[in-house]
T-cell receptor
Framework: DSGVTQTPKHLITATGQRVTLRCSPR?????VYWYQQSLDQGLQFLIQ???????AKGNILERFSAQQFPDLHSELNLSSLELGDSALYFC??????????FGSGTRLTVV | QQQVKQSPQSLIVQKGGISIINCAYE??????FPWYQQFPGKGPALLIA?????SEKKEGRFTISFNKSAKQFSLHIMDSQPGDSATYFC???????????????FGSGTQLTVLP
């Protein structure tokens, strides 16, 4: 157990739907990062939050959004889902040092 | 400039052999270079990391070699074992704003298979 908790582990939904992925960072970690991993794209950085504030954006689609709450957990919202959004979504946290700790991911399947 | 290029894409090694994975970068602002190991269905896990002021770091069977002038670094797995079969990602970290915000950029990954 890495200390980073992601729920749900698996999610199957239809095209056009909206889903929310949840991440609880490791205790004491202020930064949360979201990554998308698909077979042909590797690990793609989506967005970073630090202590509730958005700090950096990567290749995140406009249909996707995220937020970090006062208790530091984060949610990634994916809307108008397309087949190509099927992927593993990882959350990672860090205290601001260099070590990222990843959760075990949410496998999203859009059918 | 944020890219980290990793090769090979896949690698097959006999048990007991040496596995070598290479990475290259352009951004000289990168100041921390970790390697992650990922097993199927799991999240990436930090394996070993190095800072650019060090040319080599060894932890057990895993060694990072770092060439700052060439902007290249590599992972060597000595005495490779079937249990090492996984996907390996190199990465590079840079400060992206004031304070402690940092961003990790990953290489494309190497799928290592160690044959028994």
């Amino acid at each position: 157990d890495s200390g980073v908790t992601q729920t749900p582990k698996h999610l199957i939904t239809a095209t056009g739907q909206r889903v929310t992925l949840r991440c609880s960072p490791r205790s004491g970690d202020l930064s949360v990062y979201w990554y998308q991993q698909s077979l042909d794209q590797g690990l793609q950085f989506l967005i970073q939050y630090y202590n509730g504030e958005e700090r950096a954006k990567g290749n995140i689609l406009e249909r996707f959004s995220a937020q970090q709450f006062p208790d530091l957990h984060s949610e990634l919202n994916l809307s108008s889902l397309e087949l190509g959004d099927s992927a593993l979504y990882f959350c990672a946290s860090t205290r601001g040092t260099n070590g990222y700790t990843f959760g075990s991911g949410t496998r999203l399947t859009v059918v | 400039q944020q890219q980290v290029k990793q090769s090979p894409q896949s690698l097959i090694v006999q048990k007991g052999g040496i596995s070598i994975i290479n990475c290259a970068y352009e951004n000289t602002a990168f100041d921390y270079f970790p390697w992650y190991q990922q097993f199927p269905g799991k999240g990436p896990a930090l394996l070993i990391a190095i800072r650019p002021d060090v040319s080599e770091k060894k932890e057990g069977r895993f060694t990072i070699s770092f060439n700052k002038s060439a902007k290249q670094f590599s992972l060597h797995i000595m005495d490779s074992q079937p249990g090492d079969s996984a996907t390996y990602f190199c990465a590079a970290c840079v400060r992206i704003s004031s304070g402690s915000a940092r961003q990790l950029t990953f290489g494309s990954g190497t799928q290592l298979t160690v044959l028994p």
